[in-house]
């Protein structure tokens, strides 16, 4: 029995991203009810704030039939010094499936290696690939599975966010821009490898420029969880930043503007755009639940082969 986790989006070929997505979009119509984790229990280890990944993880185990318990960062032996891999090895006597919100991607990576029940990342300060799975999800819904026809434009803060956007576009083949400030772009590594097979995936400076034909506009909050010392510097520096009626006029006409929320209104992204028309963030928000329940069914059954 090889058990198989859910860490970055790189550890997936393409058809296995679509089959969970075409999944995902099967549990959405309600059409494929399932009982995958029938008195399965997912334990959801969180060390940072949440609400669209504890409580969709939460109804996503409730609808395939199990259970999930939520452990804050007070509730486990791990705030008091128990190390990551012993933390691992009981929780997987008691559990089938773990999933993390923490700081240091390492710690996940960790969890993940001493497991023997699939660990999920539900974001580190590296990567968000649940958040990234399930976007892909609202773009295909919106514009189809013909990816290369895509172009995505990310605009600011080149956080956990965009760098498992960016593995998204290396994986399944979509164009991405990323606009971001000097100093805040996305991480180094999972650029370079990802543009070694996805030479369409860029970077740019100059939000208005990257925004030219644009068929989906995302962004994402300045300050993440555990940058806000730099609260002041990242505001002065991202302002010219902002996903507005300005910048958005560059787009295509059917364009499509995406946020992960959080959203900090009136800084990364107006009113105006994210209630507006061509706002798809409430859409996204609700596909977590979709996707992550038809992922959960799917590690749950690899599994067990
Ligand atoms: N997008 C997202 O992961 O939201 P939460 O921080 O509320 O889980
Ligand atoms: N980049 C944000 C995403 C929140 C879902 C953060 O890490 O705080």
């Not at 334990?43 to 949440?50: D, G």
């Not at 969709?56 to 791990?78: D, H, K, P």
């Not at 190390?83 to 923490?102: F, Q």
């Amino acid at each position: 029995m090889t058990k198989k986790d859910f860490i970055t989006l790189t550890d997936y070929k393409a058809e296995t991203l679509v089959k969970i997505i075409k999944r995902a979009i099967e549990f959405k119509k309600g059409s494929h009810p399932s009982c995958e984790a029938g008195g399965k229990v997912l334990a959801m280890i969180f060390t940072k704030p949440s609400t669209r990944t504890n409580v969709s993880f939460f109804v996503a185990m409730q609808r395939l039939g199990g259970q999930a318990m939520y452990l804050g960062s007070e509730a486990l032996q791990l705030s008091r010094g128990e190390t990551i891999g012993d933390t691992a090895k009981t929780l997987s006597r008691y559990v089938d499936a773990v999933i993390i919100r923490t700081f240091s991607h390492f710690d996940a990576v960790a969890l993940s290696e001493s497991a023997s029940v699939p660990v999920i990342n539900g974001l580190t300060d590296l990567l968000h690939p649940c958040q990234a799975l399930g976007d892909v999800m609202t773009i295909c819904e919106k514009k189809g599975f013909d990816f290369n026809k895509i172009k995505m434009v990310y605009i600011g803060d080149g956080n956990n966010v965009c760098n498992s956007l960016i593995n998204a576009a290396g994986v399944l083949g979509f164009k991405l821009t990323v606009a971001s400030p000097e100093g805040f772009e996305p991480s180094e590594d999972v650029f370079e490898k990802m543009e070694k097979i996805n030479p369409d995936i860029r970077l740019e400076k100059d939000p208005h420029t990257a925004v030219s034909d644009a068929d989906v506009i995302y962004t994402d909050v300045w300050v993440s969880m555990g940058d806000e010392d730099e609260e002041e510097i990242r505001k002065k520096t991202f302002s010219k930043y902002q996903v507005n009626k300005s910048l958005v006029s560059k787009a295509k006409k059917d364009f499509i503007v995406m946020h992960c929320l959080p959203a900090n209104r009136g800084e990364e992204i107006t009113d105006e755009i994210m209630d507006g028309k061509n706002s798809a963030i409430f859409d996204q928000a609700e596909n977590r639940l979709h996707i992550q329940q038809a992922l959960l069914e799917y590690l749950f059954k690899e599994s067990e082969k």
